[in-house]
């Protein structure tokens, strides 16, 4: 069995992968890197063996490759390159064509090869509007909807139309926590919560991403922020109340493969972003299920279950899970096409690397005996 990266080489994600491989004794995986197929060094239909196995890693944590998407989703290469800065939140719109653009360019290629995840199903469950709509008519539990703003005033309208004053407004291509605001708003006071950062430049103002998260309070600011990340659109969500223990809110991180919950981890916070690059902890699960019915939580694992259903030719998803503050329901706020990375957790002594692989080869012995 040979497998093959699309990926970063230089990347984590690519080296655990590849070492998971090697451990069960396959041959090392081919990488066909991210920046050679942008750059039409390599094409996939020459460096992938008939009959490979083909895995879709993430193109993120790279400059250079960032640059190229960004380029190849836009016309105006000129002023990308003037303005495109490594961490800077722009062009996201861009980034998002010239990577459904590459994901589209697979289409039918090696088709004597079987792929973990589906090319076509990536850019869905990168749009996050398109992925929410997708998993709320299969009736997954999910946070209410409320459609794209672009402007401040946009964003005041559907307040006084709906009266909902604690939102999320996320860019519809974004990851990672970048570019998402916490919004919240009553009689007296207005704060948003975000890991974006605002610097003034005698051009306007840039917006960076962060590693400390920040609160912004005054209306010029947040206003500004809301302009300036609305270009592309935000799209806005209900901000559903997590759970909490140990004095802090939580969430689950969840992957799942070949359909079924494996590994999980509890994320805490004090604040509503629970993203663990940011600074926050891992909880104890232990102690999560201590708290929840053994009911409650096989409806929560059937709940990811239903939410893989929705992509059955993509082997992998993370899933972010939240546990509603009463401990009896929970529901689905983000499905993540790379949100395996999840290094030092375990399920049946396996990491979410290996539990792929092993996976990957028990299903391809069924298959032989079902035709």
Known sequence: MQFVVIGNPENRRVTLFTDAVTRRGLPTPIVASYHDLLTERISLGD???????????S????ADVERLLIQRGSRQTDRIESEWQPGRILHQRRWFHGFRSLMESFDGVCSDSAWMSSPRDIPILFEKPTCLNRLATAGVPVPRSLGIVSSFEELQALIERTDERR????????????????????????????????????DGVELYNSLRVRRYTTFPEIRQLIDTLGHDGLHVEC??????????TFDLRIVTIA??????????????LTNLHLGNQRGDLALLR???????????????????????????LGLDVLIRPNF?????IE????????????????????AQVTAWQRATLRRPSRN
Request: hydrophobic share 35%.
């Open 239 to 248: 901000w559903l109340p997590k759970a909490g223990l140990a004095g802090k």
């Open 259 to 272: 359909g079924e919950p494996r590994q999980m981890v509890m994320r805490t916070s004090s604040g509503p």
């Open 167 to 202: 939102l999320f407004l996320k860019q519809p291509w974004g990851s990672s926590a970048s570019g998402v605001l916490a919004f919240q708003t009553n009689k007296r006071q207005t704060i948003v919560t975000t890991s974006t950062e605002m610097v003034s430049t005698p």
């Open 47 to 57: 460096v992938v063996p008939s009959g490979s196995v083909i895995r879709l890693d």
């Open 59 to 62: 193109p993120g944590e790279n």
């Open 335 to 354: 499905a993540n096409a790379f949100g395996d990375l999840l290094p030092r957790v375990w399920d049946r002594g396996e990491d979410t690397y290996t």
């Open 290 to 316: 201590s708290r929840m019915s053994e009911a409650t939580w096989e409806t929560m694992l059937e709940t990811c279950r239903q939410t893989a259903a929705v992509f059955p030719k993509t082997f992998c």
């Open 328 to 332: 009896r329901s929970c529901a689905i």
